[in-house]
């Protein structure tokens, strides 16, 4: 048990390590006169209001979480409740990539007495259906802009050098596909038993599983319309920050719906809160479509501070609340 502790903390060190190097390696060069300039001229109006849209946000996935909360077991779990322990989870993961999700789960165990391996099987169908919408939007993006996707793809590689090529070797590319089809269908099959392809397997199960469980909900229509309205709250949480900020301004909405993608996942990485990574793919993007580096480095770490602070503040509050709720016992049986 020890052993484990260890490597866990480990595991947290090298990741905030990893997060404070790329966001130190990002703004060592950035003045912090021309962070405070940026700050100064922005329309906090706007930003405020992207602010009360996150809160928005969090109440709808604590309603959307309550919805796959079906059971008998324990107290019902109000809407405010799951948002505190919500809450709660978020300022979790500020210190330790993913365990929020676990932290989340053991407040609600604590003062509704629901068991904490349901309240994680129901975490484990959110992120799946999370990951199913995420997938959703970077194709939407691509759509809607198809051609920065292309200029992007041919900095690293001429696509019509690689479309010639491939036409020309087209048997050689039939076989060399067929044969890596057969390779991976040997390696699963060869090594099933393996842990990491175990873990891939168990992976896809659990998506389908969580899937499947959805069409078996009290509310499956809201469940489907409050995950659809959150990436619509994140798109609009980006759109107006970009309005408060001067160099952003005049962002098409496609560009900013790419901005949110590439925010998003950067929010993906384990590492504390998208430290570094968030701020690297959010700057990488907005100086591709015409930002100066410093502008663009700069949207991304208020966009990013505002969130964390946010998620700080409510976080702490969400935490005294609901640790002086007393915790939940067992009513005895008549």
């Known amino acids: 048990m020890g052993q484990q502790y260890i490597k866990q903390f480990i595991q947290v060190v090298i990741s905030l390590g990893i997060a404070i190097w790329i966001f130190w390696f990002l703004y060592k060069d950035i003045a912090l006169d021309s962070l405070i300039d940026q700050v100064r001229s922005s329309n906090w109006s706007w930003i405020v209001f992207s602010i009360l849209i996150s809160i928005l946000g969090y109440f709808v996935r604590s309603w959307r979480w309550t919805l796959l909360i079906d059971t008998e077991e324990g107290q019902k779990v109000t809407v405010t409740r799951a948002y505190h322990a919500l809450m709660v989870g978020y300022l979790v993961n500020m210190l330790i990539p993913r365990a929020g999700e676990v932290a989340r789960c053991g407040v609600l165990t604590r003062t509704n007495g629901i068991s904490i391996g349901y309240l994680i099987g129901t975490v484990i169908v959110e992120r799946s259906v999370d990951l199913l919408c995420l997938v959703s939007v970077i194709l939407l993006a691509f759509l809607v802009e198809r ?3 292309l200029n992007l793809a041919n900095q690293l590689i001429s696509i019509d050098s690689l479309g010639e090529q491939l036409l ?33 397997q168990h992976f896809f199960r659990e998506i389908l599983s969580g899937l499947k469980q959805i069409g078996t909900l009290a509310n499956p229509a809201g ?5 659809i309205s959150l990436w619509v709250i994140y798109f609009l949480t980006m759109y107006t920050i970009a309005f408060g900020i001067p160099s952003t ?32 793919l959010v700057a990488f993007i907005l100086i591709q479509l015409g930002i100066s580096e410093v502008d663009g480095k700069i949207f991304a770490a208020i966009i990013h501070g505002t969130q964390a602070l946010l998620v700080l503040g409510a976080g702490l509050i969400s935490w005294l609340i609901m640790i002086k709720l007393p915790s939940w016992i067992k009513p005895e049986e008549v």
């Open 147 to 149: 051609e920065l996707f």
């Open 168 to 200: 020309s070797n087209l048997p050689i590319v039939i076989g060399g596909l067929a044969i890596l089809l057969l390779l991976v269908f040997y390696i699963l099959k060869r090594f099933r038993d393996h842990g990491l392809i175990n873990k891939l």
């Open 223 to 227: 469940f489907w319309i409050s995950s």
């Open 249 to 280: 301004a005049n962002l098409s909405s496609g560009e900013i719906l790419l901005v949110m993608v590439m925010g998003s996942i950067g929010m993906v990485a384990p590492v504390q809160g998208g430290i570094g990574t968030f701020h690297a």
